[in-house]
DNA sequence: CGTGCGTCGATTTTT
DNA sequence: TCGACGCACG
């Protein structure tokens, strides 16, 4: 992972020119113009399949190559874990980088590591565990009961959104503008809400971003830190950046007019702009360019991905759209087949059409792998997958639950936080009578309220409920005492495989119907944990960077040999005062709540893949259905009637924008379909067809049933007799049974192997060995100058890496980097 | 305290 | 149609 990069190695390369000059050897003139682009405010407009991603990484690449940036001044900012996952990959075979030092990662991600590093000043505690949506809603709902309001004026999904997207607009409860009571009171909620997560120790994700925001706003000093190390910072996707990322990456970056300016490269696509619903502002590439005094914005339009008329249907269809900042796409790829649409009687009719082409297209050598049918909105799978099923064809669901976000994920997951953290009310009370211990709402009742009138924790309340329910209450407690005191210098699978014999899930799971899965699950946990310890930077290579003495009190150095991976979810910054650490528990939760796992489950099984428009933005395929392309749906009806939803902007548009990303996802072959009768909520719904095809161009077009024919007429209907003929009981993916099929359930392909990890070597972890050079030993008595007296409990890793839990008791078990932290043994 | 039944509501989603 | 969720009952 880490090969020697830095100035010195840059020197001794031989001959940089040519070096980067192989780099720029396959870009064409455009991509080529903004690679090498000068260190100034940049905004490059990339089409679909223009080669964005290559941009981007040959960007990096060759300001490293150029000696223009050491990799500590190199931050790139991405939505998902992915796309910066895939950077990374990218960057590194390219070129030789040490991507220690790196910031490459998700918005969340980096927000993390910035506040890790100056927890202090952020005023979190060092182990501030991040709360997902979910745990996030029943906050809410929970303060909404305690507040005795009303749920059905107040209902806690929607106060929840009231209060993320207050965050996302860079507003605390005292920035809101109260128009009227019903405001009033969701502020108050609001307020609430944020003493709350305060008082628990935990972030949600808005809070990640605008707690970060708020950070370098307030302190000059630390502002001016981290301009001066980042010199670049370059983002993807920024037309899906919301109010506070932009406003977040100006801090870093630096206002427009001021000096030191960060050289900041923006790369987007407006018309690939479909997350509006959720804030995101495409008004930001304008914005960008105004202010930031943009000289020249580069237009990636040459397509590398589709053939002609999949981009003459694209590029006449956006073209309804107005106030683009204007692309053409083209290719030199010539016509290609005709873009074929085909019309059906019912859904069932369309997804019979489907397996028919679908095979056609395996005849004709294109794998399943590389066919996705697309649909506006989840629903509509059903019927799909219930025809593939029957046909025996395998298929993959994108989308659904992730692996943490498993229930019987999330109540380990509690257990574990609660580990952590004891006073992490969330985890406490989803766990507090699951599996059931006699626990019941009226104990837990009582103990909110004896909480709330002392100010403290459930847990620390405890003790406040008398009578049986106390008793009972007391023994859970006890529980989470055991295991915190059990679990002290174990290894992370230790605690985990304890925290699993003991507090009852499994049993629980047992004695479920259907709960072998779940056990499964639970054991998967274990394995995800030490994939956690190898790759994200508890292993062999992780931790510990020296202090730079110039830097603000608890900031951050220029990166060193030991900064942990660019793309680790958590890293290890070290306290500058103390050294001390996160633990590894404590950094495995944070992993867990960033990461949400893969649901790409058989990635590598040759199965027609079936997403949704959205999920199937960035992919590519050799064919591409799109399906239900019926007026109501796809445009769908509350996007075509909202008047301009939060982001902004036409809903139309957006949907416009949605079959524009779903066309564009095509190399070969383009198929579009829609219904006559639909089965919608238990009713059939007649539906007439898109708007959209009057966008189109007709001679890209070929309609497979001619246009005048009517309902119940011609091809429609044979496709459907003869699969009615020859269907029924074909052969069965996966459990050879024809009946029972369930969706959701598909035992067949997409929800059976979900996250696996590899299998790793369990030699680094739980080394008691001595490790060379700090003549630490378990059981050591030692001395620290914060923390006073201490016991050794473990040691892992070696070298620079090496680090220590100690228990300094009255100040708790704390997990040091000995690089940094000075342990003195006593005798 | 757990189960069963009725009501309600149903774009899109990453972190 | 189907699932999540709240409430009433045993």
């Known amino acids: 992972m880490s090969l020697p990069f830095d100035d010195d190695a840059l020197a001794a390369a031989p001959s940089p020119s040519a070096g980067s000059a192989r780099l720029l050897d396959k870009l064409n003139p455009e991509q080529l113009e903004a690679v090498t ?10 089409g679909a399949g223009s080669g964005k991603t290559r941009v981007l990484t040959t960007r990096i690449a ?14 790139a900012v991405t939505f998902t874990n992915k796309a910066a996952k895939e950077m990374l990959t990218r960057l590194t075979t390219m070129l030789p980088v040490n991507a220690r030092g790196m910031w490459i990662g998700t918005f969340h991600g980096l927000c993390n590591r910035f506040l890790r590093a100056h927890w202090k000043m952020a005023n979190l505690p060092q182990s501030f565990q991040i709360i997902d949506t979910g745990d996030s809603q029943s906050a809410v709902k929970r303060l909404i009961k305690a507040m005795n309001l009303d749920e059905e004026r107040y209902v ?19 920035d809101v503008d109260i128009k ?13 809400y944020e003493d709350q997560c305060q008082r628990e120790g935990v972030v949600d994700f808005a809070e990640l971003m605008l707690r970060s925001y708020e950070l370098l706003r307030d302190h000059p000093e630390l502002r001016e830190h981290y301009r001066r190390r980042f010199r670049h910072i370059l983002v993807d996707e920024f037309q899906d950046t919301n109010r506070l990322q932009y406003a977040w990456l100006r801090m870093f970056a630096g206002q ?15 018309d690939q702009s479909i997350y509006g619903f959720r804030g995101a502002q495409v008004g930001n590439m304008a914005d960008f360019e105004r202010e930031y005094h943009v000289a020249k914005v580069i237009k990636l339009e040459r397509n590398y991905r589709s053939f002609g008329n999949i981009l003459d249907s694209a590029n006449a269809l956006i073209a309804h759209n107005a106030g683009r900042l204007g692309k053409n796409l083209r290719t030199e790829a010539g016509p290609g ?3 074929r649409v085909f019309e059906a009687t019912s859904d069932f009719a369309e997804a019979q059409w489907l397996i028919e082409e679908i095979q056609q297209l395996v005849r004709s050598g294109t794998r399943f792998v590389e066919q996705a049918v697309l649909y506006r909105s989840n629903a509509q799978s059903r019927v799909i997958e219930s025809a593939l099923f029957n046909a025996g064809i395998a298929y993959r669901v994108y989308g659904g639950l992730r692996f943490f976000e498993r229930a019987e994920v999330k109540h380990a997951l509690a257990y574990l936080r609660l580990i952590e953290n004891p006073n992490d009310d969330t985890s406490f009370l989803r766990v507090v009578n699951f599996p059931a211990r006699g626990i019941g709402a009226r104990s837990v009742e009582t103990l909110q309220d004896a909480a709330r009138a002392s100010g403290r924790s459930l847990y620390q309340s405890v003790s406040a409920v008398s009578g049986a329910a106390g008793a009972k209450l007391a023994g859970f407690n006890k529980l989470i005492d055991d295991l915190h005191e059990a679990t002290r210098g174990e290894t992370l699978r230790m605690i985990i495989e304890r925290m699993l014999a003991t507090v009852g899930l499994i049993e ?64 290890l910054l070290p306290d500058a005062d103390t050294g001390e650490i996160l633990s590894p528990l404590a950094a495995f939760l944070t992993h867990a709540a960033l990461e949400a796992g893969d649901n790409q489950a058989q990635a ?19 064919a591409v259905f799109i399906t239900g392309l019926e007026e109501g749906l796809f445009p769908h009806e509350n996007s075509v009637t909202q008047i301009s939803s939060k982001g902004g902007g036409d809903g139309l548009e957006e949907e416009r924008r949605l079959m524009y990303v779903a066309i564009t996802r095509a190399r070969q072959r383009l198929y579009m379909s829609f219904c006559q009768t639909r089965m919608l909520h238990g009713q059939t719904r007649y539906n007439i067809k898109s708007r959209f095809f009057d966008e189109l161009p007709e001679a890209a077009l070929k309609w497979i049933t001619p246009k005048q024919q009517g309902f119940g007429s011609g091809y429609a209907q044979q496709y459907q007799q003869a699969w009615q003929r020859g269907s029924g009981l074909h052969g069965v993916v996966g459990t050879g049974r024809n009946e029972g099929w369930r969706p959701g359930s598909s035992s067949s392909s997409s929800e059976a192997e979900v996250f696996r990890p590899p299998p790793l070597p369990t030699a680094m972890a739980n080394s008691a060995a001595k490790a060379a050079g700090h003549g630490l030993r378990q059981g050591m008595s030692v001395f620290h100058n914060k923390f006073g007296e201490g016991v050794v409990l473990t040691l892992e890793g070696t070298g620079n890496d090496a680090r220590a839990q100690v228990n300094f008791g009255r100040h708790g078990a704390k997990w040091l980097a000995l690089s940094v932290a000075k342990l003195t043994p006593i005798e």
């Open 256 to 270: 427009p007019g001021e000096r030191d300016v960060a050289a900041l490269f923006a790369v987007g696509d407006d």
């Open 156 to 174: 806690p999904k929607q106060v929840a959104w009231f209060i993320a997207g207050s965050k996302d607009d860079g507003r605390r409860p005292k």
């Open 604 to 622: 590598g099984q040759d199965a027609v893949q079936l997403m949704t428009v959205h999920a199937a933005k960035g992919l590519e395929f050799d």
């Open 180 to 192: 009227d009571v019903h405001t009033a009171k969701l502020v108050e909620i609001y307020q609430a």
């Open 508 to 571: 629980f799971y047992r004695n479920e119907k259907e709960g072998q899965d779940r056990i499964e699950n639970l054991e998967e946990l274990v394995n995800a944990a030490e994939a956690f310890v190898t790759q994200e930077g508890f292993g062999k290579d992780a931790v510990a960077l020296p202090v730079d003495e110039t830097a603000p009190p608890g900031s951050i150095a220029e990166p060193g040999p030991g900064e942990p991976d660019a793309l680790a979810a958590v890293n």
């Open 37 to 46: 682009l000068p260190a100034e405010p940049a905004l490059i407009l990339a």
């Open 337 to 339: 087949e005709p873009v």
């Open 62 to 75: 060759w300001l490293l190559q150029t000696g223009q940036v050491s990799p500590g001044g190199v931050m």
